[in-house]
């Protein structure tokens, strides 16, 4: 899976956009980058998946630029509940079995909103 | 549909004794992966069993292992605990093999004494 880095942590008011970049200089081809939100003592959750553009949900926005070798999280306007740890994943979800299924997550990005 | 279970959610054992953990998946969800976290590692992958077998297996002593039942359910064993596998343990179930689309059950918290 291709190497992925982010900020260690960042710092935002509720009521605010928040964008989380992350960095995967090395994505191959077939590479879709996924992110998960994980909340103390909880497991991961999955937010959302994309792989080149814009995909939007109704929890957040993933912008994917035309070489994908970032892509950044868009949070609209947090609130206090979003403070989390968000990871930035890269690897390609139509690979059956193989290492190339395995979640690897780096440190992720701690998010912490303050009132 | 119910999200992935796992049970206990809390356990305390001293070194040197075993332990199992069980993950119900999601209902229809064939394939269920290990995670250990700690404060140090991070999210490290334990292995992946799908269709009963184990299909990928992460870079962790013998000690630790699994199993899957023909209704998906498993189970992980780890044996002669050390206090370093102190951990927040966790399992994700997939619809698929290898799929990067999990989804992750609350945990088990194992303290080891």
């Known amino acids: 899976l291709a190497k992925t880095t982010q900020p260690i942590s960042m710092d935002s008011y509720e009521g605010q956009e928040v964008n989380i970049t992350c960095s995967h200089n090395n994505i191959a081809t077939n590479d879709y980058i996924t992110w998960y939100q994980q909340f103390p003592s909880q497991g991961p959750r999955f937010i959302i998946q994309g792989y080149k553009t814009k995909v939007t949900n109704e929890v957040a926005s993933l912008f994917i630029p035309a070489d994908r070798k970032s892509s950044t999280l868009s949070l609209p306007r947090v609130s206090l509940s979003d403070t989390a740890v968000y990871y930035c994943?890269?690897?390609?979800?139509?690979?059956?079995?193989?290492?190339?299924?395995?979640?690897?997550f780096g440190k992720g990005t701690k998010l912490s909103v303050k009132p | 549909k119910a999200g992935v279970t796992q049970t206990p959610r809390y356990l305390i054992k001293t070194r040197g004794q075993q332990v199992t953990l069980s993950c119900s998946p999601i209902?229809?969800?064939?394939?269920v992966s290990w995670y250990q976290q700690t404060p140090g590692q991070g999210l490290q992958f334990l292995f992946e069993y799908f269709s009963e077998t184990q299909r990928n297996k992460g870079n962790f002593p013998g000690r630790f292992s699994g199993r899957q039942f023909s209704n998906s359910r498993s189970e992980m064993n780890v044996s002669t605990l050390e206090l370093g596998d102190s951990a927040l343990y966790l399992c994700?179930?997939?619809?698929?093999?290898?799929?990067?689309?999990?989804?992750f059950g609350p945990g088990t918290r194992l303290l080891v004494l």
């Open positions: 994943l890269v690897g390609d979800p139509f690979s059956y079995g193989g290492s190339q299924g395995n979640l690897i």
């Open positions: 209902s229809g969800h064939r394939s």
């Open positions: 994700a179930s997939s619809m698929r093999q290898g799929e990067q689309t999990q989804y």
